[in-house]
């Protein structure tokens, strides 16, 4: 028999996460549509979700589900037709090849570990995800931590790694001031699908074509998985070394097939983006008759609220809205904040209902 005290640093540990309000929980919700889920028998609202257009229950994509598992990683016996069908797509798209990956997770992992040798030096932006952070460390690259937004801060490096959509303040970056005699890689993760010609995200909207790209399928496109889009020397390296590539099972068939066709919708979705945009606006403008001051200027809408947020998230839960609260380390302490993500798929009611429970909440 285990003895219990063998496991009290791990218990001293949750009990000081606890105290300090950082214990985090699951939920169980039973979805209703794009915008709904149950929860213990009650309707709710989602704020918070990154079903950006609304694909994720569309009829088109729960029809295209079908297939099995892959049973193994692509490298072995588990590669399909579906699975080169939207490298295909994404190619051609791009016009460069594409690799598909399990998650963004696996493809920052890939992207970073492949590229980079240990001695070669990486600028990061300071507000990277957690996935780009891993990526460069089991790189064992030099990781030079720049400003958010500061491009000045340059140093002479192999490679510089930025965001197209930053998931917690919602902003941009001018990608044109990050370009150099260096490569540039950009994680398109939160912008693909929603911004951009046919979706391309950030890069293409602005016009800049990093070395580089990462973007995903289980937000905008409704599915998931994920992909590595650069030359096609980087596409044979990932074959061959890319270890979260070679080492993973592949995406199950049915995910490949429902993937495929929320690419294609995205491709062809300007109506989906411009009511998705129409959406964030009004819950912007929403926001601001409230006195309160929204980052970013697109569909993810952060509100700093500090030690508000979470007392603030939890009254609009129990009025029916899902709107997580973001705390720390997830985002520096004083800067505890609500991310409300729109939807293509809310309805004008859905934001005025949040509005509105918002002042209430506010008020009281």
């Known amino acids: 028999m285990i003895k219990g005290r063998e496991y009290a640093s791990l218990k001293a540990r949750l009990d000081e996460l606890t105290a300090q309000g950082l214990r985090r929980t699951l939920r169980i919700l039973e979805p209703i549509d794009a915008t709904h889920a149950s929860f213990e028998g009650r309707r709710m609202t989602l704020f918070c979700s990154n079903d950006y257009l609304g694909l994720a229950h569309a009829p088109e994509l729960t029809r295209a589900a079908r297939g099995g598992g892959a049973g193994s990683a692509r490298?072995?016996?588990?590669?399909?037709?579906?699975?080169?069908?939207?490298?295909?797509?994404?190619?051609?798209?791009?016009?460069?090849?594409?690799?598909?990956?399990?998650?963004?997770?696996?493809?920052?992992?890939?992207?970073?570990?492949?590229?980079?040798?240990?001695?070669?030096?990486?600028?990061?932006?300071?507000?990277?995800?957690?996935?780009?952070?891993?990526?460069?460390?089991?790189?064992?690259?030099?990781?030079?931590?720049?400003?958010?937004?500061?491009?000045?801060?340059?140093?002479?490096?192999?490679?510089?790694?930025?965001?197209?959509?930053?998931?917690?303040?919602?902003?941009?970056?001018?990608?044109?001031?990050?370009?150099?005699?260096h490569w540039l890689a950009v994680d398109e993760a939160h912008a693909f699908g929603c911004l951009g010609p046919k979706g391309k995200g950030v890069a293409a909207a602005q016009g800049v074509q990093p070395d580089f790209l990462v973007g995903t399928l289980g937000k905008a496109i409704g599915a998931y998985g994920a992909f590595i889009v650069g030359p096609p020397e980087l596409r044979e390296l990932l074959l061959s070394q890319g270890r979260s590539f070679i080492f993973t099972t592949g995406l199950p068939e049915t995910v490949t097939r429902v993937a495929l066709t929320g690419i294609e919708r995205a491709i062809d979705g300007d109506d989906l983006r411009k009511t998705l945009a129409q959406n964030a606006e009004k819950l912007r403008a929403g926001l601001k008759a409230l006195g309160l001051c929204a980052l970013g200027e697109h569909h993810i809408i952060p509100v700093i609220l500090g030690e508000r947020a979470m007392p603030i998230a939890e009254a609009l839960f129990d009025a029916g809205f899902l709107t997580t609260g973001i705390r720390p380390p997830t985002v520096a302490k004083g800067t505890e904040r609500i991310r409300f993500t729109a939807s293509a798929a809310h309805s004008d009611e859905d934001i005025e209902r949040l509005l509105h429970s918002l002042e209430t909440i506010l008020n009281r």
Do not use: Q
């Open 75 to 181: 490298l072995i016996s588990g590669n399909r037709a579906s699975h080169s069908a939207i490298e295909d797509r994404l190619s051609a798209l791009y016009g460069r090849p594409a690799t598909l990956l399990s998650s963004g997770y696996h493809a920052n992992l890939a992207l970073f570990t492949t590229l980079l040798k240990r001695g070669m030096s990486v600028a990061s932006d300071a507000l990277n995800h957690a996935s780009i952070i891993d990526g460069i460390r089991l790189a064992h690259a030099t990781r030079h931590i720049v400003p958010h937004g500061e491009p000045e801060h340059l140093t002479d490096v192999d490679l510089v790694a930025v965001e197209g959509l930053y998931s917690m303040d919602g902003d941009t970056l001018n990608l044109a001031d990050y370009t150099g005699s």
